[in-house]
């Protein structure tokens, strides 16, 4: 499942940086309270929570975003937190209860840091989100 | 067998393969090892472990800071090998670089002769001798795959800026079939193909039905048509590397029965030794009777002697030794010369 956002949406805070940056200032600090206490988010600022059955996948150490590593334990932990299960067993199993179909195939492209700590939200809407897809 | 690989399509397809890549369309079972870069500087020990597997395998693998601790760089005995004449397969971590260090590296390798790369996402440093480390994990092993491709297909960087001229790689990836979720696994597999992975190397197999099955979701999907499968093996070398690797290895599946026959086998260094290639043989017998497995790959684990021997037994005859017994035939027949055994190996 992709969100799709039209183009009139992007091109409207595209034109308007300032406008961006300051939603971003006032929604980033509630996006991560919430998202914090529901999906642990570390607020990448590229979400892709819906495509991972709603698992945030940068709680893994290595933070991968295309699949598990080798290192899953026997148990389904983590190899470098034993007492956590691994985002990707959850991510898994989550995503077959999802009602929509499931994007674990998806290629997810390399994270932009430079968009850490801000809104995905905002970033949804001002076309950033994806910014790597091409690569 | 694997004529219609993903890449041959492309630009790089044009371009006319190195000898792992030939061997690997060759049809033949395809043997690789993995040796041990060491731990000094001393370029004539990488060289002597390179010596003691060449005439038995198709490829060499050279790791890249193996279970998270600071080895002789990868990059580098890769280029003693390629003086040696060994082909040798590189590990890529994305461990301990960023994209930046990444590219730079793959550019290197390509430049010191080495074509094969080997994507990982690697282990984490805190089973390591330095689990104070920052771990760096910029790009994923999927992410990685697609960049070498990236940079082979379109000569161009992550960035867009162009390359000039583009590296040859010949870029391949893992899989761990015996790590939970196992349904994802196969799926992860078909991933790497589509991010253009061109062959695979497993984890160890000690679990052999555990890979069988696998194997055929592996088939269901037709991946093994297009991506040559190399399946993991080793030998182990004592009843206490059986229990450390079935105990303290993550992602690693030794059965009970295994650890019981090393048991068996007593401290005895000869006995346990023999013990555990045949073990390693037994287990390369049952798995070539797995429908789409294109070869082995051996990792001795600092026990490159073995290597030999359990190729000699389990019947495998990797390129180099086809190619000297074609030389010794045409020995034996005066007319023919040495160019003719150099078109054999092509065509085996």
């Known amino acids: ?135 | 067998m694997n004529d219609n690989l993903p890449g041959n399509a492309g630009p790089a397809g044009a371009r006319s393969g190195g000898a792992f890549e030939r061997a690997l369309a060759s049809g033949r079972p395809v043997v690789t090892c993995e040796i041990s870069t060491g731990d000094g500087a001393d370029p004539e020990a990488v060289r002597r472990r390179g010596r003691l597997v060449r005439d038995h395998v198709d490829a060499v693998n050279v790791p890249d800071n193996t279970a998270g601790m600071p080895h002789m760089s990868g990059l580098a005995a890769a280029a003693i090998l390629v003086q040696e004449g060994i082909e040798p397969i590189l590990h890529v971590t994305c461990r301990d670089r960023n994209r930046l260090a990444l590219q730079g590296d793959l550019l290197g390798a390509a430049a010191l002769g080495v074509r094969n790369i080997l994507c990982l996402t690697g282990d984490h440093m805190v089973h390591g001798d330095h689990p104070d480390a920052k771990p760096v994990y910029d790009i994923d092993s999927m992410q990685l795959i697609r960049l070498a491709r990236r940079l082979t297909d379109e000569g161009r960087y992550m960035s867009g800026r162009e390359i000039k001229p583009r590296p040859d790689l010949f870029v391949g990836a893992v899989e761990n079939p015996f790590a939970p979720p196992y349904d994802f696994r196969p799926i992860r597999l078909q991933k790497k193909q589509e991010a253009g992975a061109r062959f695979i190397q497993t984890q160890i197999v000690f679990n052999v039905e555990r890979f069988a099955a696998f194997m055929t979701r592996v088939r269901d999907l037709g991946i093994d048509r297009h991506l040559p499968i190399l399946a993991g093996v080793a030998p182990i070398r004592s009843p206490r590397a059986a229990r450390h690797m079935r105990d303290n290895v993550a992602g690693m599946e030794v059965p009970e029965e295994l650890v019981r026959r090393m048991d068996q086998a007593g401290p005895d260094r000869a006995r346990r030794e023999e013990e555990g290639i045949r073990i390693c043989v037994e287990i390369i017998g049952r798995l070539r009777a797995i429908p789409g497995i294109a070869g082995f790959h051996i990792m001795p684990i600092h026990w490159e002697d073995a290597v030999g021997e359990i190729v000699r037994r389990a019947g495998l005859i990797p390129a180099r030794t086809a190619q000297r017994r074609a030389v010794d035939t045409d020995r034996l027949v005066p007319a023919t010369t040495a160019p003719s055994s150099v078109s054999k190996e092509h065509r085996s």
Do not use: Y
């Open chain 1, 1 to 135: 499942m992709a969100i799709h956002i039209p183009s009139r949406v992007v091109r409207f805070f595209r034109e308007r940086p300032r406008l961006t940056r300051g939603l971003d200032r006032t929604i980033a600090p509630f996006e991560a309270v919430s998202k914090k206490l529901v999906f642990g988010c570390r607020m990448c600022g590229q979400c892709i929570l819906h495509e991972t059955g709603l698992t945030c996948p940068m709680g893994c150490p290595k933070t991968l975003r295309n699949g598990p590593c080798g290192g899953v334990r026997m148990n389904g932990h983590c190899e470098v937190i034993p007492g956590m299960t691994c985002v990707w067993v959850k991510a898994e199993r989550r995503s077959r209860l999802l009602p929509w179909s499931s994007t674990l195939l998806k290629i997810q492209p390399a994270l932009d840091w430079s968009l850490k700590g801000s809104s995905s939200w905002v970033n949804l809407l001002a076309g950033v989100h994806d910014k790597g897809a091409g690569r």
